[in-house]
């Protein structure tokens, strides 16, 4: 499984246009269109899942910087998650 990290993504791009876009060069497993939790609105990125390597790479160079709503994408293998440490600082004094 390919995770592809899809950025600068029109506000106005939907799922269904990623699908449609990445479909063509083989099989997608998910599309996560990223939203804020407050508003519902496209953060303006988003990840797509390819079961296939081969073709998620060719994926990747075929649709870097190419249009989708408008706006020139940036499309790459997404990077591992890494995991944030919990707790935070105290503010003020101790």
Do not use: C, H
Not at 68 to 78: L, P, Y
């Amino acid at each position: 499984m390919t995770n592809i990290y899809v950025g600068n993504l029109s506000y106005e791009a939907s799922q269904e246009e990623l699908m449609e876009a990445f479909g063509r060069y083989g099989a997608v497993s998910n599309v996560n269109l990223i939203v804020d939790r407050m508003t519902g609105r496209s953060r303006g990125f988003a990840f797509v899942e390819m079961p296939n390597s081969a073709e998620a790479k060719k994926a990747i160079e075929e649709l870097n910087l190419t249009k989708v709503a408008g706006r020139a994408m940036t499309v790459n293998e997404a990077r591992p998650k890494q995991s944030r440490s919990g707790g935070g600082g105290r503010g003020g004094r101790w």
